[in-house]
């Protein structure tokens, strides 16, 4: 079963506008999120945070959202870049889980 | 400070044969874990390594083996390789290993079986 979700597997998004990228999960013992950005051919890198105690979490252009009710999770990245194009994951701690990832988004900006 | 650095970059294996993945960790690091990609699964996690001992499991048959040395370089083996092992292979640091810190990954193996 599939504790972190990633239902888009792809998102096109015109450069300067909103891309908004969703993840749902489903163990109330996850208390704490991440976001990762993987380029083709080179790992994943650590793109924000946000701990459940919070329900968002702001850096530069890159807001990650925390719906704690729902279960949800989402990432706003306001203006979309050319360079932004790339594969999102989402992923969730606590508890004795160690770093549960979802299937990823792949963005794609378009110029 | 250097990278988590994962070698080889690519491997190409027949069925049945064994592959050893090596993974050096950043400086200071001493958590190192283990993650299977695959299109359409994400990234799987296969073990965390901690002082040389396992702390953490996925859900990947016993084929699947690591170990960590004391200066927290780390080794991932696959026996009796199957089609299905065709993966990225990553291998991520961290210092500690909290379940609320950064990991820092590597560029990844990617593993061809033939």
């Known amino acids: 079963d599939q504790q972190v979700k990633q239902n888009s597997p792809s998102l096109s998004v015109q450069e300067g506008r909103i891309s908004i990228l969703n993840c749902d999960y489903t163990?109330?013992?996850?208390?704490?999120f991440l976001w990762y950005k993987k380029y083709p051919a080179e790992g994943p890198t650590f793109l924000i945070s946000?701990?459940?105690?919070?329900d968002k979490n702001e850096d530069g252009r890159f807001t990650v959202f925390l719906n704690k009710s729902a279960k949800h999770l989402s990432l706003h990245i306001v203006p979309s870049q050319p360079g932004d194009s790339a594969v999102y994951f989402c992923?969730?701690?606590?508890?004795?889980?160690?770093?549960?990832f979802g299937t990823g988004t792949r963005l794609k900006v378009l110029a | 400070k250097a990278g988590v650095t994962q070698t080889p970059r690519y491997l190409i294996k027949t069925r049945g044969q064994q592959v050893t993945l090596s993974c050096s960790p950043i400086?200071?690091?001493?958590?190192v874990s283990w993650y299977q990609q695959t299109p359409g699964q994400g990234l799987q996690f296969l073990f965390e390594?901690?002082?040389?001992?396992?702390?953490n499991k996925g859900n990947f048959p016993g084929r699947f083996s690591g170990r960590q040395f004391s200066n927290s370089r780390s080794e991932m083996n696959v026996s009796t390789l199957e089609l299905g092992d065709s993966a990225l292979y990553l291998c991520?640091?961290?210092?500690?290993?909290?379940?609320?810190?950064?990991?820092?990954f590597g560029s990844g193996t990617q593993l061809s079986v033939l």
């Open positions: 400086s200071g690091h001493r958590s």
């Open positions: 390594y901690f002082s040389e001992t396992q702390r």
């Open positions: 163990n109330s013992m996850f208390d704490y």
């Open positions: 992923a969730a701690t606590g508890g004795t889980y160690k770093y549960i």
């Open positions: 991520a640091s961290s210092e500690t290993g909290t379940h609320n810190e950064k990991l820092f």
């Open positions: 946000i701990s459940s105690i919070k």
